[in-house]
Nanobody
Framework: QVQLVESGGGLVQTGGSLRLSCATS????????MGWFRQAPGKAREFVAA????????YYADSVKGRFTISRDNAKNTVYLQMNSLNDGDTAVYYC??????????????????WGQGTQVTVSS
């Protein structure tokens, strides 16, 4: 069974940093795109960032560009999301996701077949 397990969420003050981790159980993800989405209460799930396992290509939402960094460790089958300069707008449940690399946008939820259970990030002022 394919599993994506997120960790690293928590409570942080405005301007602080957190690093989220997503451990994967499936080696075939080496041909996939790994993504992070988030969902705040009462809002739709939104794209945050994505990375291709094969060559490390990345893509970011404009709202996090320059503050967040997505990376992967192939040996550990783990994807990371380093989040800096956090603000109230970053408060949400963050989900790790995986889907096959193919043409089209990396930012749509429909591209991704596998989802983690989510981890809460709360930014307080």
């Amino acid at each position: 069974q394919v599993q994506l397990v997120e960790s690293g969420g928590g409570l942080v003050q405005t301007g602080g940093s957190l690093r989220l981790s997503c451990a994967t159980s499936e080696r075939t993800f080496s041909t996939f795109i790994m993504g992070w989405f988030r969902q705040a209460p009462g809002k739709a799930r939104e794209f945050v960032a994505a990375i291709a396992w094969s060559d490390g290509s990345t893509y970011y939402a404009d709202s996090v560009k320059g503050r967040f960094t997505i990376s992967r460790d192939n040996a550990k089958n783990t994807v990371y999301l380093q989040m800096n300069s956090l603000n109230d707008g970053d408060t949400a449940v963050y989900y790790c996701t995986a889907g096959p690399r193919r043409g089209g946008s990396w930012a749509g939820t429909g591209r991704y077949d596998h989802w983690g259970q989510g981890t809460q990030v709360t930014v307080s002022s």
